[in-house]
């Protein structure tokens, strides 16, 4: 039997302590009509060699391709130390750390953690993650409104992930928030400022800025964080941690900085694996930190007035204030936090920003190669980091199809999210992608554009 | 003491390995729009971060070192298999958005994974989405919700939870716009009907319940608590934390649950990882079928897909930016095809001979059950009220003792309805003589409080730290190191 | 035992009531309730300015390992907050009645105050306890 050690003999003699002479009398109480041990689907056990052999099997099938794909989640390199060293047992088969003495490596690990991420955005605190990018920013929406007592109202521009926006909204409609849509700029694909400053009136509560956005274009932050702020509201700003190794800090934005940041940790370190699982960051003002969902760690000193590391400030959680917390969020992501604290410390400061850098240049060489080819084009003028909107001539799907094909990912078709942007597609070069792939994306993509 | 990180920090270090080749450019972006200061991360030899880390690893208790007895967390062995399959490059180098028919290999495992959990819940579909347990709360109380608003019966605007039910209950049923209100526990450890009976009504959305309870004991009026809430057209809500002890012995489907939710990371041995990540499906009964979170892994004629808000316009919505915790759900597939058929009741059976096992034996060292009368299920409550009492040592105190002698110590003070109390959880995968060191040791400690009672309050004395003083870490927050400190 | 005095008034919920003149009233809450809560780590204070009814939530003393609701004993509008709470919580654990008060209200109908509980009446609910 997978996993149980028991012989027979053991389970006797235990059996035999318990006074009863069959384990199934260990169920008497389970009125009998509920005892169904009948299963009609689950079949019957692989051994390890049959389990490693199915599952190589449909991870073969998925195959490898090159990606030329973002919008969310980014194939970067992950140094080898990062995975290995994660999957310590110590860290992986360890849980939540609530018995403080015996889980200082787990601890240290995430003030770590929560210091580097403080750092990377310009923040005072950090807590020690959330699920991911989508749903931390639901919690940050949250916590906008509980700071900002009887403001309701949420600005949330269009050029913000669209899978992020659903998901704010999934987690926080039935809560009397309403979020209210700010165009982009057609030319610019940034946040249209009119609109903006027309809807910035005294019921909002925060606005949430992206940077990049989801276009890949660089937002106009100083200007819109000052707006806000003069109109009483609240910035929470999504961010990805790796091109903050290049671009300013959240909390350097304008004349105060951002008050809550929220992001995607996935590219620190973390594999695509179909999309998760990840970690959300999530970083505030002093403030702000009460309001904070989610494990925060602090540093204290032992009966011995020796430093040490605890979960600190769990009056705000759900296992204390139950109906009245701050989220019912229960964890972190531990695991991926591990990996991401591995990765900042094995890259440090100049290997990030060398990444982020090389991601830049990567996709400003890719365009300039796919916008050589008549039919394809930039669809906004803003400057980019690491992806860019192309409008090409063609039908997107099929182009897609055709490009799958041959191995490559070409990107994130828009039109289902955004009507106007018929054939518009998101492509992205991270510092992984070689010129080579880049030629031969470009030779794929001008066969499909010129067979028109 | 281990030096933190930035403290091993040499200004100018790099490591060069990880120091991609290049000699990039960016000069388009504006200057205003670029950082000015170098964030303050470590700057360190590849050397140092791995010696930094395993060092820091090495101070942790973990399930792969030591007996983990965590009532209501299920530390379960977690078999390297399951981490080894999930990085399979294939697996680990899909984008989430790629076409779908780049994935057919991961979504036919997922797929499988969600049709294994319909069987053994009872359920007639299943959702993969949710990335934790709450979230999986979250999304069971959101279709409850959207039931309702479906049917436009809007004055129903509270959930009941027992008394004794996870911090997680209440708190999920006010994020959905709910009040919550609280249904008191008889003394036997079973939810109070008549308390329920008067509470239950036409502002009834439903009820939240842990079968079995976080008591660590089976509820018995079950099918009883499903009438009454059904009868006044609440819906009933399964909190799947304790499944480990009915795997394979009791479908919820069949106890009359409308919605449940599954911690992958309990009863099918997913890594804890430090808290986390975790992964919550939920399963639903075909009313709520409509309300099911999207993306939704669909197949038709051997071909899986995706389906989005767009084919599922009732859907609650998404809960992610993708498709959940894929690379969690894949190692959960993989146990539960080791398992397979026969060994999915094994599990029930085995954790629940453990735990009661050692209440018997601990019963017989002379520590108080909780529920005496009772069953254990796969876990069970004792009280150290008495010990509190003659020694005035408490639960905390036995619990930091138990560290000093290599075990990990049980869930104390939760649930919160009973003084000095330790939820003890052996799972299946520990062996009798494992169960029979960690029986000792509460003896041992049972003496040591009579007769070194100093010794055990200030316990632990053997890990590498003492009791932290967490008021001060409340009061004078330091959750981010500065430079200037040092 | 702890410590009840006799010239203030109490509710069920912990909190005591100084009532002064003008119709104004200072509260704060008890000896025992702070022995019960333990260490306080943080302390939420109510807005000035902000008009309560009797039994409304109006704040929230923070311990390590719980957080308890304060309630407004009476209705009233607040009019002061004892800042010094903010950078020394322990205020509350170290003088309940005194340093540790937590905030007073302008109150437009002192019979309210005849409703709550005397000192002898509160120490009855806390031999319950």
């Known amino acids: 039997m997978p996993f149980i050690p028991h012989t027979e003999e053991e389970t006797r003699l235990m059996l035999e302590a318990i006074g009863v002479r069959h384990i199934d009398e260990l169920f008497d109480e389970i009125p009998a009509d509920l005892i169904n041990e009948k299963l009609d689907y689950v079949p019957p056990a692989l051994d390890e060699a049959g389990i490693r052999r199915l599952s190589r099997k449909s991870a073969d099938a998925d195959g490898h391709y090159i990606n030329f794909i973002g919008a969310g989640a980014y194939e970067h390199h992950i140094p080898a130390a990062v995975w290995q060293i994660a999957t310590r047992g110590e860290f992986y088969s360890a849980y939540t750390p609530y018995q403080a003495e015996a889980s200082q490596g787990t601890l240290q690990l995430l003030y770590e953690y929560q210091s580097m991420m403080a750092s990377l955005t310009g923040m005072d605190v950090s807590n020690a993650s959330l699920y991911e990018g989508a749903s931390a920013l639901a919690e940050a929406v949250l916590m906008a409104v509980r700071a900002q007592r009887r403001k309701q109202r949420i600005l949330m521009p269009v050029s913000i992930h669209p899978a992020y926006r659903e998901t704010t909204e999934t987690i926080v409609k039935n809560q009397g928030i309403s979020l209210s849509n700010i165009d982009y700029a057609s030319e610019s694909g940034t946040i249209d400022m009119s609109q903006l400053s027309d809807e910035l009136g005294d019921d909002v509560a925060a606005l949430v800025i992206p940077q990049p956005n989801y276009f890949g274009a660089l937002e106009e932050v100083d200007a819109l964080v000052d707006l806000a702020h003069k109109r009483g509201c609240l910035v929470i700003a999504v961010v990805n941690p790796l091109s903050l190794a290049i671009l300013k800090a959240p909390g350097e934005w304008g004349e105060n900085g951002a008050d809550i940041v929220i992001g995607e940790g996935q590219s620190l370190g973390i594999p695509l694996s179909s999309g998760g699982p990840y970690f959300g960051f999530m970083c505030c003002t002093q403030k702000l930190v009460r309001q904070m969902p989610g494990r925060l760690i602090g540093r204290t000193v032992d009966a011995d007035g020796k430093q040490g590391f605890t979960l600190t400030l769990q009056a705000r959680e759900q296992h204390i204030r139950r109906s009245k917390a701050t989220s019912n969020i229960c964890t972190n992501q531990g695991l991926m936090v591990t990996a991401a604290t591995l990765y900042m410390s094995l890259m440090g400061p100049a290997g990030m920003a060398q990444a982020a850098k090389l991601s830049h240049a990567n996709t400003r060489m890719l365009v300039e190669k796919l916008t050589a080819i008549e039919g394809v084009e930039v669809a906004f003028n803003s400057p980019v980091f690491h992806e860019c909107v192309l409008r090409i001539n063609t039908d997107v799907d099929d182009l897609i199809r055709a490009i799958t094909a041959q191995g490559i990912i070409a990107g994130k078709p828009l039109e289902s999210d955004y009507e106007e942007l018929k054939n518009c597609l998101l492509v992205c070069a991270t510092e992984l992608r070689t010129e080579a792939e880049m030629d031969d994306y470009a030779l794929h993509l001008e066969r499909i554009v010129s067979k028109r | 003491m281990t030096e933190l990180i930035f403290e091993q920090s040499t200004a100018g270090r790099i490591n060069n390995a990880q120091f991609l080749a290049g000699t990039p450019a960016i000069d388009d972006i504006p200057e205003s729009l670029l950082r000015k200061k170098r964030p303050g991360l470590p700057e360190v030899s590849e050397m140092q971060a791995v010696r930094h880390y395993t060092r820091l690893s090495q101070l942790n208790f973990s399930i792969d070192t030591q007996f983990y007895p965590l009532g209501s967390c299920t530390m379960k062995h977690n078999p390297r298999i399951c981490n080894e399959a999930a990085m399979y490059d294939g697996f680990s180098g899909r984008h989430p958005s790629a076409p779908d028919s780049t994935g057919q290999g991961v979504l036919s495992c997922l797929y499988d994974l969600q049709e294994i959990l319909k069987d053994i819940s009872g359920m007639s579909e299943v959702s993969l989405a949710p990335m934790a347990g709450a979230q999986g709360e979250f999304t069971g109380i959101a279709m409850i919700r959207a039931y309702h608003e479906a049917r436009n019966d809007d004055a129903r605007e509270e959930i009941l939870v027992p008394d004794a039910a996870h911090g997680t209950n209440p708190a999920t049923a006010v994020m959905c716009g709910y009040k919550v209100r609280e249904i008191p526990t008889l003394d036997n450890g079973d939810v109070d009907i008549d308390a329920l009976r008067e509470a239950i009504g036409p502002q009834t959305a439903g009820l939240m319940l842990t079968n079995p309870s976080t008591l660590g004991v089976f509820e018995t009026q079950i099918t009883e608590i499903a009438e009454l809430v059904h009868g006044a057209g609440g819906l009933l809500y399964y909190d799947g934390a304790n499944m480990n002890a009915i795997l394979g012995k009791v479908k919820p489907g069949e106890m009359g649950f409308d919605v449940i939710h599954l911690n992958l990371h309990k009863t099918f041995s997913t890594p804890h990882g430090g808290g986390g990540p975790g992964a919550g499906p939920v399963g639903v009964n075909e009313r709520l079928v409509p309300f099911l979170p999207v993306p939704k892994i669909v197949e038709s004629s051997g071909e899986y897909t995706l389906l989005d808000k767009k084919d599922c316009p009732q859907s609650i919505g998404r809960l992610s930016c993708f498709m959940g915790n894929t690379g969690i759900l894949l190692r959960a597939w993989v146990y539960a095809r080791l398992l397979g058929h026969d060994g999915m009741k094994r599990v029930a059976d085995y954790a629940t001979l453990n735990a009661n096992y050692m209440k018997a034996k601990l019963e017989q060292a002379g520590f108080e059950m909780a529920y005496k009368t009772r069953r254990a299920t796969h876990e069970f409550i004792l009280t150290l009220k008495k010990e509190k009492a003659e020694t005035g040592v408490t639960a905390m105190d036995f619990a930091k003792r138990l560290l000093d002698k290599g075990y990990h110590a049980p869930t104390t003070y939760f649930p919160l309805l009973v003084p000095e109390c330790f939820l003890i959880e052996p799972t299946e995968s520990e062996s009798l003589e494992e169960l029979d060191g960690f029986i000792k040791a509460m003896e041992e400690i049972q003496q040591e409080a009579i007769e070194q009672t100093e010794m055990v309050k200030s316990a632990p004395h053997s890990l590498p730290v003492r009791r932290l003083d967490d008021v001060r870490a409340a009061r004078q927050l330091d959750v981010v190191w500065q430079e200037e400190q040092t | ?129």
Not at chain 3, 6 to 15: D, G, I, V, W
Not at chain 3, 30 to 54: K, R, Y
Not at chain 3, 87 to 93: G, R, S, V
Request: with cysteine.
């Open chain 3, 1 to 129: 035992m702890s410590n009840v005095p006799q010239e203030l008034k109490y509710t069920r919920s912990h909190e005591w009531v100084l009532a002064g003149d003008d119709g104004q009233v200072t509260v704060g809450i008890t000896d025992h309730a702070q022995e019960l809560l333990g260490d306080m780590v943080f302390i939420e204070l109510p807005e000035i300015d902000h008009e309560l009814s009797a039994g409304d939530e109006c704040s929230v003393v923070e311990s390590v390992k719980a957080a308890s609701d304060i309630y407004a004993p009476v209705a009233g509008t607040i009019i002061a907050v004892n800042e010094n709470l903010a950078d020394a919580p322990e205020l509350i654990n170290e003088d309940p009645y005194g340093e540790g008060w937590m905030f007073r209200m302008q109150i437009s109908d002192a019979s309210q105050l005849d409703e709550l509980m005397d000192a002898a009446a509160y120490e009855a609910i806390e031999e319950e306890e």
